[in-house]
């Protein structure tokens, strides 16, 4: 069975730090992108970023240079460093899965999210 | 960037009717096969349903279909049933429609 089990949300200031972090587990993990989605409260999904087995990686806009994404194919995990958070990174952070045969950035298995709250 | 636009933003129907939500892309797709339909429940995180814009996800009822091509998406739960109350997204490679909410009439 497939698992996605993020961690490492929780309250930070704006302007400060968090590494968010997924742990995945049911399939071979290095064959796969990886991707972090997030969804504000009362919005739809908000794609993030993703990475390639070999660490090519993508991001949006608006976090390219504040956000790094990276893996560890041994630990089976990804992270999520995110730098000079502002309130408008408040949401619901999902670590997805990327589907082999489903298409360009189509997420086929999702994890149950950790939440980012970025407040003074 | 293409933006995807959802019709209606909420649709209430009665149990074992027709739901239809519309998706249209700002731009023709060339490939259909970049559209995905995804359905989350309050609560939980986004659920896979359709991909390459009429292929069913492995377990997803049968009830539950996609069709289009260009600018025009259709998702399509032919006899709605109570735990298909959701908000429905579809989505072009990068970029999510702003959701459809499906309630019981």
């Known amino acids: 069975e497939v698992q996605l089990v993020e961690s490492g949300g929780g309250l930070v200031q704006p302007g400060g730090s968090l590494r968010l972090s997924c742990v995945a587990s049911?399939?071979?993990?290095?064959?796969?992108?990886m991707a972090w989605v997030r969804q504000a409260p009362g919005k739809g999904p908000e794609w993030v970023a993703n990475?390639?087995?070999?660490?090519?990686?993508n991001y949006l806009d608006s976090v390219e240079g504040r956000f790094f994404i990276s893996r560890d194919n041994a630990e089976n995990s990804i992270f999520l460093q995110m730098n000079r958070l502002t309130a408008e990174d408040t949401a619901v952070y999902y670590c997805?899965?990327?589907?082999?045969?489903?298409?360009?950035?189509?997420?086929?298995?999702w994890g149950q999210g950790t939440r980012v709250t970025v407040s003074s | 960037d293409i933006v995807m636009t959802q019709s209606p933003d909420s649709l209430a129907v009665s149990l074992g009717e027709r739901a239809t939500i519309n998706c249209k892309p700002s731009q023709t797709l060339s490939e259909s096969s970049d559209l995905a339909w995804y359905q989350q429940i309050p609560g939980q995180p986004p659920k896979l349903v359709i991909y390459g814009a009429s292929t069913r996800e492995s377990g997803v009822p049968d009830r539950f279909s996609g069709s289009g091509s260009g600018t025009d998406f259709t998702l399509t739960i032919s006899s709605l049933q109570a735990e298909d109350v959701a908000v429905y997204y579809c989505q072009h490679r990068r970029t999510f429609g702003q959701g459809t909410k499906v309630e019981i009439k």
């Open positions: 049911g399939f071979t993990f290095k064959n796969y992108w």
């Open positions: 997805a899965r990327v589907g082999l045969n489903t298409g360009y950035d189509v997420n086929d298995y």
């Open positions: 990475i390639r087995h070999d660490d090519h990686r």
